[in-house]
DNA sequence: CAAGATTGAACGTTCAATCTTC
DNA sequence: GAAGATTGAACGTTCAATCTTG
């Protein structure tokens, strides 16, 4: 086993930073212009959405990739906006939920196609059939390896 | 042409973002831990070695995908550091050049096999070569249409 | 007046410390 | 004493404004 990748793979490892760089700023800005919403804060609505309305924040940060702290005070500003609040967990007192609001999952309902399409437009169209299922077979051993 | 990605790419466009976030994590962690340099100086330094030891700033900026004004501020505090410094650029009395010092370089030549052995384990040995050339395939035409 | 670069002020992130509950 | 969560203080990033030169 080699100790140090070869320049293909150093290449690669450079080609995959810039096409993050590039996508994740686009979309970004496109959500920040036309629905006043941070990147960050589509993502925690977007996970809360999916577990059907409220998560601990400690399985919200892991599911965002962010840190514990920092996380909390997202929340804190989301909940001054009004898109989500904190609630006890019943049978653990040390936890708390996000819980998803109505203006919470109503913002969701209107980002949700405009994001689609942003991530269509600057990813998924540039991709054949086949690039996407080489793609996934590459990521899905970089994720499980990163899964320990 | 569809205006809206299917489940399998969007499912793909999170795997990529999962891959970033838990490679580069672990990147950054390993050269604060054992170089006590931040990942984002450490791409400032190598970029400048590349370019022969000097760029300029807005040209850094580009090349390290940072903003104008946090690009600035990064290199006032490595400049602090005795990492880089700054020079006028002859022919034209706006410009800048970020330099690398020799304590630079020598913080690049030590770091760079630490680094590069953090990508083979983090990134390169999970793929095969046939990954690394379907997977250069299609980063190649989401970098080249985010060129424009 | 546009381009390169920096700066003030507001904002977001991080680490370590803290608090509470298990 | 460890886990979940928050907080103070230090630090890094960003936007718009500014300065200088082309």
Redesign the pocket.
């Known amino acids: 086993m080699a100790t140090r990748p070869d320049p293909d793979r150093l290449a690669l490892w450079r080609s995959f930073l810039e096409a993050h760089a590039a996508i994740t700023t686009k979309l970004a800005?496109e959500l920040?212009a036309e629905r006043q919403l941070?990147l960050?804060w589509f993502d925690v609505l977007t996970r809360l959405g999916e577990a059907g309305g409220r998560l601990?924040?400690?399985?919200?940060?892991v599911a965002v990739s962010?840190?514990?702290?920092?996380?909390?005070?997202?929340?804190?500003?989301m909940e001054a906006e009004g898109l989500v609040r904190?609630e006890d967990?019943a049978?653990?007192?040390?936890?708390?939920?996000?819980v998803l609001t109505k203006a919470g999952r109503e913002l969701l309902r209107r980002s949700t196609p405009l994001h689609q399409r942003g991530v269509q437009r600057e990813f998924a169209q540039h991709l054949t059939d086949t690039d996407v299922a080489a793609m996934q077979r590459a990521l899905a051993k970089l994720v499980s390896a990163h899964k320990d």
Chains 1, 2 share one sequence.
């Open positions: 800005a920040q941070p960050a601990r924040m400690r399985e919200l940060a962010a840190n514990k702290s920092s996380l909390s005070r997202q929340v804190d500003r904190r967990v049978d653990d007192g040390r936890g708390q939920f996000a």
